[in-house]
């Protein structure tokens, strides 16, 4: 970058919030709300901008405004430089009171029965002031929301231990089980081997789950190709199908005991070999996490926090 590029940028930095609102909005009268300043203020401003670029940057659309091809740069820049901006700002005030603080925490929709309020509740015990903001999922869903920056920390399953851009620990395992119709034929034995379920109708979450990219390992592991009849995105949907014996689900234990109708009107049966999965936490590579963040991390990773029931520490 020259002398020029680096003085045309300090003359627009005080005008990226602007810009960023009309890109959002396409309305200057909004932009000026969001931004609680005169909506004349605002049209002189962008006028201003425009003289300092060379370029118009907005143009009429109706009854409000589209941005030009100049503008829609600007306004991306602008998200992405304020996006930094309070990022920076929020480290800045944890660094200066660490005992306040907002975590955004994302999670696998089953984990947030037991394993999530357990390992949230006893940070807050020693943390009262820290607030959690919490986001559920798909495991991609999940990770591409952590490489955004958008989500500070997450609890998936399987951890993403190929990705470079990521760092996780195991917090937990957890056991997978056979779900199946109480009128099924497996209902009523102790242990059923992988390869058994060929030409089952299973029912299973879509992909960019973990538990279906762990149900399709299991599969092709025993020599065939899963026979699916439904899709979904919610466990307890599937449980559902199963209930209504519209077919078999690799699903996580829910009752202690195996082979016993659980409440959700389905009977757990374990798998031979018995099957788990390990729950991990991720974060972003470097020193990306906020002191809030940081401290429940080193929190879940301590090994000594209650997981809460059907979990147990990690196989190591």
Request: charged share 20%; with cysteine.
């Amino acid at each position: 970058m020259d002398e020029s590029d680096d003085r045309l940028a300090a003359r627009l930095a005080p005008a990226l919030a602007l810009l960023a609102a009309v890109g959002e909005t396409g309305h200057v009268t909004r932009a000026a709300e969001l931004l609680g300043i005169p909506q004349p203020t605002a049209s002189r401003r962008l006028a201003a901008l425009a003289d300092l670029v060379g370029a118009p940057l907005v143009l009429p659309s109706g009854r409000g405004i589209r941005l030009t091809r100049a503008g829609r740069t600007l306004a991306a820049a602008s998200a992405r430089a304020l996006g930094a901006v309070t990022a920076a700002a929020r480290e800045v005030r944890e660094e200066i009171d660490p005992g306040s603080g907002r975590i955004v925490l994302g999670f696998l929709h089953l984990l947030g029965r037991t394993l999530v309020p357990s390992l949230i509740g006893g940070f807050r015990e020693r943390n009262p002031g820290i607030r959690f903001s919490l986001a559920q999922g798909s495991r991609q869903g999940m990770l591409d929301a952590l490489r955004e920056g958008e989500i500070d920390l997450v609890f998936v399953a399987p951890m993403p231990l190929d990705d470079p851009e990521l760092v996780s620990r195991p917090l937990a395992d957890q056991e997978l089980v056979l779900s199946v119709p109480p009128s099924h034929r497996f209902a009523a034995r102790k242990r059923v081997r992988a390869r058994e379920l060929a030409g089952e109708e299973l029912v299973t979450l879509e992909h960019g789950y973990g538990l279906r990219q762990i149900a399709d390992d299991l599969c092709a592991a025993a020599g065939f190709e899963p026979r699916i009849a439904f899709e979904g995105q919610e466990s307890e949907t599937v449980r559902g199908l199963v209930a209504a014996g519209l077919g078999v689900a690799i699903l996580p234990r829910q009752d202690q005991a195996p082979a016993v109708p659980n409440s959700g009107g389905v009977v757990e049966i374990p798998l031979s070999p018995p099957l788990f999965r390990t729950i991990g936490v991720s974060w972003p590579v470097g020193e990306r996490l906020t002191p809030a963040a940081r401290s429940f991390r080193d929190h879940v990773c301590s090994g000594h926090t209650n997981l809460g029931p059907v979990f147990r520490p990690p196989h190591r």
